[in-house]
């Protein structure tokens, strides 16, 4: 700590009394860098919360771009769901740039669309496919159906691994770049599981298990299913897990809605969704600061939003930016920042 503390007024020395011209370097540039970042927040720990929302959850790779650009320290990174696939690629050393490319690959490979997940989207978007596709699709509905009453999940879990093997590498939790939790729900005790250790794809695969859509996995005496059942988006765990500062990116639908609520499905839906929004509430009560991206009322399989939903999370964490470094800093010295360095944000 001493050393930090000389090291600190050394490099305060440097930038604040010595002229610009005679060491030659560009005084933005030095205090971005993420080593003198970290230094000036004096080691402690940043967490970062990724929540659930299927495809909405894409926005999460947009907010780590800004992270990353900005050098925004991240010390230990918790997903849910969606959460945990994009924290997980994120945290085993897939920068954002690679990891759009990557949805990009995998949202036009033959693989994506002929799988489980585009055919629940389309049955959501009917509106915006042709006739052939319509038609296709009622059966499908029809075919969903059926499955649901007889199957734990519409679609079998390996439907989602393909998926989760796309975009990880199979290593240990403990092998990770940044340290990582996944979060999911064990159906039997109805208890929230964390994963620190063991494989990182099966973790997440238990963490993204949306109840009816995908099989819980069967692990030993638990039965796991989506993280987001009771913890949607993961502040609480991430405080746990020792971070002084958490920040948490939440990609719900809108709570409000204009939809007319005529049947028996379409209300229990809804107090569920209700019910869903006051535990999220709850849980962000633990988050220092909350980044929102206007994803609207997507449905959690509308992968093929993907560019806009990226676009979104970019701009709901520039937009809290100066609150971010205000925590990180304080805010009177990321006040004499901006002013000595002119910036405004």
């Known amino acids: 700590m ?4 000389i090291v600190l007024w050394l490099n305060f020395l440097l930038f604040f009394v010595v002229p610009a011209s005679v060491w030659g370097v560009d005084k933005k540039h030095f205090l971005t860098t993420k080593e003198n970042l970290k230094m000036v927040w004096k080691g402690k720990k940043v967490g970062l919360a ?3 929302g299927g495809a ?4 999460h790779i ?10 925004i320290p991240i010390d230990i990174l918790v997903g849910t769901s969606i959460g945990a696939l994009v924290g997980a690629a994120y945290a085993s050393g897939i920068n954002p740039k690679d990891l759009k490319k990557t949805v990009s690959e995998y949202l036009n490979s033959s693989e994506f669309q002929s799988s489980a997940l585009k055919a629940i989207e389309q049955t959501y978007i009917r509106e915006k496919i042709t006739i052939t596709q319509k038609i296709q699709g009622y059966f499908k509905d029809r075919l969903f159906l059926i499955q649901a009453f007889f199957r734990p999940g519409i679609f079998p879990y390996s439907e989602m691994q393909k998926l989760i093997d796309y975009f990880l590498p199979d290593i240990d939790i403990k092998e990770t770049k940044i340290p990582f939790r996944s979060v999911a729900t064990d159906l039997v005790s109805g208890q929230q599981i964390t994963f620190s250790e063991g494989s990182l794809r099966q973790a997440v695969l238990a963490s993204c298990s949306v109840p009816g859509a995908i099989e819980p996995l069967k692990e ?3 039965l796991l299913s989506d993280g987001g059942i009771i ?4 502040a609480s765990v991430a405080r746990r897990e020792g971070a002084d500062m958490v920040i948490a990116v939440s990609v719900d639908r809108d709570i409000y809605s204009e939809e007319d609520f005529n049947t028996a499905v379409s209300v229990y839906q809804r107090a569920n969704e209700i019910m869903s929004h006051k535990l999220e509430i709850y849980e962000l009560q633990e988050a220092d600061i909350v980044i929102t991206p ?6 959690w399989s509308e992968f093929s939003q ?3 939903l990226i676009y979104e999370g970019e701009k709901a964490t520039i937009e809290k930016l100066d609150l971010i470094r205000q925590f990180l800093y304080g805010p009177k010295w990321w006040s004499n920042i901006k002013q000595f360095f002119g910036q405004s944000s």
């Open 294 to 299: 206007t994803v609207g009322n997507l449905h």
């Open 2 to 5: 001493a050393l930090a503390i």
């Open 56 to 59: 909405r959850g894409l926005a």
């Open 220 to 222: 030993g005496e638990k």
């Open 50 to 52: 990724l929540g659930g």
């Open 62 to 71: 947009g907010a780590l771009e800004v992270f990353e650009e900005e050098s």
């Open 306 to 308: 993907a560019d806009s």
């Open 231 to 234: 913890c949607l988006v993961p």
